[in-house]
Every structure is written in C-alpha cells, then in structure tokens.
C-alpha cells in the first residue's frame, strides 16, 4: 500500500537521525514579518484550512493527527486555539493527556491515545501525548514504577517504547491517517518571563503550579529526551517539526503553514456525481420551485 507523504518543510526534523537540538533556534532568525502581518499570514493559512477541513470530511478517506509537545508555557493551547479557529468544531477533536488514571495505568502506554484517534473526515489534536511517554516518564522514573510493568530488565525500555510509536504511526499512515508532529520550542528564558507574567498577573495565575518549577530543574533532563524522540521518530510519513516558539505569532503561522500545505497536498476531492444524479437534480430544482406556487 502506498504512503502518502507530507510536503517537505524547512521545519521538519530530519529523518536520518542527525537532529542537533542545540543548534537549532528558539526565535526566528533573519528578517521577522511585523506582528500585524504575521496575524494577517495566520488568518489566511486558518481559511485554507476551513475550507481543507471541509473537503476531507466529504471526501472520507483522509483522517489527520495533529501532536502537540513542549515544554510549559510554550504556548501549545493558544497555537491550538489560534490555529484551529476557523474549523468546524464537528470537523475537529481536542484531547489533552495529562498523568494518567488507574484505568489508564491498567493498559499499554498507546492504549488511552488510541482510543481518541481521529474518525476519517476529521482533524483529530493531541495536546501533549504518548510521547509523554518517552519524555516526563524517561526524565521522572517514579512514573515508570507506577506502570507495573511485567519486565525483569529496563535498560532497552526506551528502544523498546521507540518501535512501538514507529510501528504505530507506521499503521496509521497506512490506514489513511496523516500523522504531523509539533515540538514548539521555547527557551529556557523565554519560560521564566512568561512564568513571571503569570505570577503577576491574576487572571493567569491558574495557569501556574508549583511543580512547574521543579520542572525547570530538570530541564536539561528534558532536552536530552526531546533530542532523542525526534531523532528516532520523525519519518518522512509521520515528520516532526521544530517550531521557534520564543515568537508567538511566528510560531502559529508556522504550524498553519505546514497544515494547509499538507491537506492541500492530500489527493481528495468531493464526491463526484453520476449523470443519473446530475438529472435528477433538475427535477429536484423544478419540485422545490413548485412550492412557491
């Protein structure tokens, strides 16, 4: 079965395994549009997306996955939001995954993403995802003892994690899911200002907890697992993307850009109509006439 294969963007991690996380930005470099035309670029690629939207739901064969991960304050939920603005929300799905319940625990670490995968037609939205799996866990170990799983030896866990998300987003791709990958990266800076507006700003401060500091202290932790997941799991079907979100807008334009590109790139179109059924629309137009007498 033949895979269908996004467009290539300047954005997306390399598939050779030769991504180099420290060198890659976390703003823009060279010439940046204004901030109004940056939001201007957005609202064009969030119409093309509506209107994409629209298409892959009449033509249902086409579902598409979109994965969000970063670190907090990165600004997945407003990318989202932004992004997502124009799309019918029947057309669109959002899940955020967040520690896991007993239920969940109970399963394979693919089992409680699975069951929210995107219905063909749809745009299905993983805010943060089983990736989580190869990154807070691999960087806080006491989440893999809560997992009780059945090996003796835990030293090829991660390999082992890597091929099942492989084998998965492999499965997908075959079975007419488009699988695109966000990894927003934002500075370690950039994270302590937008933190500190937090702290001082009240309607914000829901959006801070005291473990987001103990986050920053291991944040390095977290780099080296980033480095790693995009490495081993960015493909031509299923490509990461590392965005500079140190710029907000910026950032969100780059995430619609890519989307429009690869839906407009998907080979769909609306359902054709026979030349029976173009007849009779005649004669659905002379009887819906004839109310009106």
Known sequence: MSLFIPPQSSLAVPFDGSFDLSSHATFPEGDVPSKKSLEKKLKK???????????LYAHDRFSVLLVFQAMDAAGKDGTIRAVMSGVNPAGCQVFSFKSPSSQELDHDFMWRSNKRLPERGRIGIFNRSYYEEVLAVRVRSAY???QRLPQADMDNI??????????????????????????????????????????????KYWKFSKSDLSERGVWDDY?????????ETS???????????DNKPYMRYCVAKVIADTMQALPMQYPEQSAEQLAQFDDYIIQLADEDK
């Open 45 to 55: 690629q969030v119409k093309t997306i509506s209107e994409l939207q629209r298409k």
């Open 144 to 146: 893999l003892a809560n």
């Open 158 to 203: 991660w390999d082992e994690r890597f091929d099942s998300i492989r084998d998965q987003e492999l499965h997908l791709a075959r079975n007419g899911t488009v699988v695109l990958k966000f990894w927003l990266n934002v500075s370690r800076d950039e994270q302590k200002r937008r933190f500190l507006e937090r702290l001082k700003t009240p309607e």
């Open 223 to 231: 780099m080296a697992a980033y480095q790693s997941l995009l490495n």
């Open 235 to 245: 493909r031509s079907h299923a490509p990461w993307h590392a965005i500079p979100a």
